[in-house]
């Protein structure tokens, strides 16, 4: 009897133990805004919202008290769980990043499609259309190769597409959304660009201002440039 007791108290272990450790791939803690972080769809939560509401079916065997309990509760004061000092906007880098002098979570979720070999012909027809053979459609597929190959980069200047309605303005921006992924991209105006509250225009590889008056000069210049 005691070996099965043995046996069985070791089953139940290992059991609570590949749940913390499948519970700690889907979420990290983010300790400069004290927030539980669900890695796959950047959602952040309290501890009570993680463990009473998102998470509260997730239940494991407690070998001691001999009964189930939530596993995110478990989680919370588990020695195991992945805890990072901030979050940061990486576009091209690892979800999470352990340096020596600090560790952080990545916003950025990935692109959006996966790179494949093909024809892209289609897509250069378009722009031989739009902006023809000169230095303009050079200038435009460096610009686009550019972001491609170094999403992390900043780049000083911005595409302005001008024209009248039903030119393609808008697809293009509906390609950049394809391939940058919707997470990535963020359609706005300049209103909100200069507001107050446009934290979240940081976490994008690509803004995408709609119908911009462009003729407040400097002013627009220094908005679309920070």
Known sequence: LREVADSTFKWIEAELEASLAQLNSEVVVVRDVGKIVDVSRNIFMGRSQFEDINYADRLAKDEVDDKWVPIAKRWTKWSGRTIVDTMKYKPGEERLCF???????????????????????????????????????????????????????KLNTALMLVGPSGVGKGWMAAIAERVFGSDNTWKCNLSDLESKFNSGLGAAQILVVEEADVTGGVKVYNTLKD
């Open 99 to 153: 340096a020596e002098s600090s560790s952080y979570f990545n916003l950025w979720r990935g692109w959006g499609v996966e790179s494949e070999e093909g024809s892209v012909e289609f897509f250069t027809d378009w722009v031989e259309d739009s902006f023809g053979e000169g230095k303009e459609r050079a200038f435009f597929l460096d610009w686009w190769s550019y972001h491609l190959q170094y999403p992390g980069s």
